[in-house]
């Protein structure tokens, strides 16, 4: 299914946080989301899965304004993995993956021999069959993600959206996740920090800057030094990855785009460098 943003406002505690943003995510396609710290990308998606609610607007579903669906039926179509991640819960893994099963359920209704094996299949995905048995609250940050996203993929929603889902994961887990996404060939709606990545696994990307969608489209035309220097404040050259032909983004980690500190919010503040998330 076709997600569509359209002209979306969202504010809360009395400030603007999307203003004016549009966008697509294709059926079937990698949509990713970039850009700088605050610039708006997990509001925008918090939106999407419906957490907050636009203040204007519109989150289009196959044509369809996401409000007008009851929270059952908008939970069959858009499965997510907010950045806020439950780290609390007194169940099992296997009890956390199941519950993305909930929306299919009537109230106090068991699980079915379907449900146990979406579940099975879910935790093999992320490689997390071993530890059904586990208590959630036990597990490393890297793992709770992995059970997580297992829960998003028991749910069989039509759409992911998926806030910094490699976040804790080490450099195997990332491109194993990655890799696990492309070959789903979901519809995904997907924030990224790491731009590489983005420009490996995303079809499309919508760069957001201060609450608005300044670039659209693929990832080399997107990822340009312009725009690192414009958006990210930072010098960067684009090239060919020598393995995969994707584009790859060098960045120069010794300045950031001019010696004037442009685009970088602690440059008066040099002890501050670090302290922004």
């Known amino acids: 299914m076709r997600i569509a943003i359209e002209d979306l406002h969202v504010a809360y505690a009395g400030r603007t946080v999307v203003a004016g943003a549009r966008l697509i995510a294709a059926e079937g396609e990698i949509t990713g989301l970039v850009g700088p710290n605050g610039s708006g990308k997990s509001t925008l998606l918090r939106t999407v899965y419906r957490h907050l609610k636009p203040t204007a607007g519109r989150v289009l579903l196959a044509g369809t304004d996401l409000r007008e ?32 099963r909930t929306p299919y359920k009537r109230a106090f209704a068991g699980e079915d021999a379907a449900d146990r094996d979406t579940v099975a299949r879910a935790l093999a995905d992320v490689g997390m069959d071993t530890h059904a048995e586990r208590r959630f609250t036990d597990l490393s940050g890297g793992e709770r993600q992995r059970v997580l996203l297992a829960r ?24 194993e996740l990655l890799a696990l996404l492309r070959g789903r060939r979901r519809t995904t709606l997907v924030s990224l920090h790491d731009l590489n990545a983005a420009a490996s696994v995303c079809d499309r990307l919508h760069v957001l800057h201060a609450g608005s969608v ?48 442009r685009g970088r919010p602690w440059a008066a503040h040099p002890g501050r460098c670090g302290a922004e998330g």
Request: glycine content about 6%.
């Open 152 to 175: 998003a993929f028991a749910q069989e929603a039509d759409v992911l959206v998926l806030d910094e889902p490699t976040n804790h994961l080490d450099i195997r887990h990332q491109v």
């Open 69 to 100: 669906l009851s929270a059952a039926r908008s939970a069959r179509h858009v499965a997510a993995l907010p950045q806020e991640r439950g780290s609390d819960f007194e169940l099992t893994v296997r009890e956390v993956v199941a519950m993305g």
């Open 214 to 261: 300044v670039a659209s489209g693929p990832p080399r035309e997107v990822l340009t030094p312009a725009l690192m220097a414009e958006v990210f404040g930072v010098r960067a050259a684009v090239a060919d990855h020598p393995l995969t032909g994707d584009p790859l983004i060098a960045v120069d980690h010794r300045a950031p785009a001019d010696e004037t500190g």
